[in-house]
C-alpha cells in the first residue's frame, strides 16, 4: 500500500468547514483512498472513500485531484464530536482481507 | 444492537498468564480481522481471517493466536502474557466478495479490549 502524508494536528472553529489534507504522491492506479477516524476511546470508523472522482456522503466529502497524488477530506459542519484523528488510506480496491494499514493520522480539534 | 462486540472491554492480568479475548459480529461479514494500538497510539493489523485463510502479520509473536469457532466470532488467545503486550485491542470485520476482493470498503470496529499486563 502507498504511503501517506498528513499534518500531525490541526483546529477548527465549530460550525466551520474542517479541511484535511492528505498527500500520497506514490499512490498506484488501482489504489483508492479511504477515510477513518477514531474517537477517544472508540474503534476506528469510516468516513469516506474515492478512486478519482470526488464522492460526498453524510458525513463528509472527498475532493482528490486530477493526478490522484493527494486529497482533502471536508467536515462541512464541524460540531464538537468530529473532535478525533482522522486516518488518509490508500490500498486496491477493497483490499481483500490484508487489513488496514493505519499511519500517524491527523488529530483533529473541535474548538467551541 | 452492536455490530462488532467485544468482551471483556477491560482486562488486568499478570505477566505469564494466558488469556483470551471474546468477538462476535452480527453484520453477516465473513472476515474477521484484530488490531493492536499500542500507547503511543499506532494501530496495526495482527490477523485476518476468513473461511478461506489466515493472514498474520509477521510482527505478531506465536504466543498469539486467532481462534474461530464460527463465522460470527473470531477470538485472541494470549499465552504467557508479557509487559510489552499491554495495549487496546480491536476486532473488526468486513465482507469479502469472489476471488477474494472485498465488495464492501468498510471495515467496522469493535468498541476494543484494554489489556494491562502487570
Known amino acids: 500500500d502507498a504511503k501517506t502524508t498528513q499534518p500531525t494536528s490541526m483546529d477548527c472553529a465549530e460550525g466551520r468547514a474542517a479541511n484535511l489534507p492528505c498527500n500520497h504522491s506514490t499512490i498506484s492506479g488501482n489504489e483508492y483512498v479511504y477515510w477513518y477516524r477514531q474517537i477517544h476511546s472508540q474503534g476506528p470508523q469510516y468516513i469516506i472513500h474515492g478512486l478519482k472522482n470526488n464522492e460526498t456522503n453524510e458525513m463528509a466529502s472527498l475532493i482528490i485531484t486530477e493526478d490522484r497524488k493527494s486529497s482533502t477530506l471536508i467536515l462541512p459542519h464541524a460540531t464538537l464530536r468530529d473532535t478525533a484523528v482522522y486516518y488518509c488510506i490508500v490500498r486496491v480496491e477493497g483490499g481483500g482481507a490484508d487489513g488496514l494499514t493505519f499511519g500517524k493520522g491527523t488529530h483533529l480539534i473541535i474548538q467551541p | 444492537d452492536t455490530a462488532v462486540s467485544q468482551t471483556p472491554k477491560y482486562l488486568v492480568t499478570q505477566m505469564g498468564n494466558d488469556k483470551s479475548i471474546k468477538c462476535e459480529q452480527n453484520l453477516g461479514h465473513d472476515t474477521m480481522y484484530w488490531y493492536k494500538q499500542d500507547s503511543k497510539k499506532f494501530l496495526k493489523i495482527m490477523f485476518s481471517y476468513n473461511n478461506k485463510e489466515l493472514i498474520i502479520n509477521e510482527t505478531v509473536p506465536n504466543r498469539f493466536s486467532p481462534k474461530s469457532p464460527d463465522k460470527a466470532h473470531l477470538n485472541l488467545h494470549i499465552n504467557s502474557l508479557e509487559l510489552g503486550d499491554s495495549a487496546v485491542y480491536f476486532c473488526?470485520?468486513?465482507?469479502?466478495?469472489?476471488?477474494?476482493?472485498?465488495?464492501?470498503?468498510?471495515?467496522?470496529f469493535g468498541p476494543g479490549t484494554r489489556l494491562t499486563v502487570t
Open positions: 473488526a470485520s468486513s465482507q469479502e466478495g469472489a476471488g477474494g476482493r472485498s465488495t464492501f470498503y468498510e471495515q467496522y
